[in-house]
């Protein structure tokens, strides 16, 4: 009786063993999947953030040599201005000296128009924008409406007109800031990219390409938002459609990564500028985010398998 008491005994004591390194190898494994789903959620929750304040970065140093170049050519405008009075005041051929002035070609960057009060004569015209038919006075009106930087001098019995066409000063902005992303670096072979939007409604030829550096031979190439990644999906339709609602917005699409011709699921974040009409995006292959999380889940693993046997051992000694 004592012996068949004994077996019971032991046999629940094992069972009971048993069941308990279960549960508990059951508990460190889903401990280590949740650590793992929480370390990738926590990585791409870090990516969206550094593609968040990267385009919105890059979108206020658009805006800062925007103010830059406006106060530069504030200040050259003054500097004509100044060079105006001088030569008018030289002397009997001040309107000849005037008009070479703006001749020459240093100064060529500058519409001018000057005319005589009176009669209404156009004695200079730089870049042929005086309409004939036109009373001077309202060309000076409509062109002030036009330039943002300008100014209208008396001259005695003449009238100058000195601007700068604001597409002039806009595009010298583009320029700077194609060359600042083409010569800037990040990790993962991430990039920013612009495209420029030509119609908001989609469709063939919607958009140009303007700055690419993972597709420099295609930069002025024409877009569509029926264009399609490896999977079928219309990423440039998603953008269009989410920018044009939020202003910005994350999508993922297939592209191919820089400097290579594998093609992976991307995650983008794009934002219209809509003072220059473009979208100006940045993305990080998923898969480049896997070596952060396999790095992670290794460290993990190792610890879980370290305690796993100190933990068997220790239920095990329970029953000893």
Known sequence: MKQKNWIVSTALVLLSTILLLVMSLFTLMRVERVYTTNTAQSIEQLKRRFLYDTVNNQIKRIDT????????????????????????????????QIISYFANESN???????????????????????????????????????????????????????????????????????????????SENSYIWVNEVLNYEGGDDYAIRRIHPN?????????????????????????????KQHGELFFTYYFKKMGSETISEKLTYA??????????????????????????????TRIVRRIAPVFVLSILGLFV
């Open 108 to 186: 060529a960057l500058w519409t001018a128009i000057l005319w005589e009060k009176n009669t209404g004569h156009v004695l200079l015209d730089s870049h042929g924008v005086f309409q004939m038919g036109v009373v001077p006075v309202e060309m000076a009106g409509y062109l002030s409406q036009a330039y943002t930087i300008y100014a209208l001098k008396s001259l005695g019995p003449y009238t100058l007109f000195v601007g700068i066409p604001q597409d002039f000063v806009d595009e010298q902005v583009k320029e700077h800031i194609a060359k600042e992303i083409y010569d800037s670096t990040y």
């Open 271 to 300: 934002k219209l500028y809509k003072d220059f009409d473009w979208i100006v995006a940045m993305g990080i292959h998923l898969d480049d985010m896997n070596g952060y999380i396999d790095t992670t889940t290794g460290q993990s």
């Open 215 to 243: 597709l420099r031979d295609t930069v002025g190439t024409k877009l569509s938002t029926n264009m399609t990644d490896v999977k079928g999906t219309t990423p440039y339709k998603t953008e269009l459609e989410g920018v």
């Open 65 to 96: 040599q925007r103010e830059l170049a406006q106060q530069y050519f504030l200040t050259e405008l003054e500097r004509t201005i100044y060079m105006v009075d001088h030569l008018y005041e030289s002397g009997s051929e001040h309107i000849d």
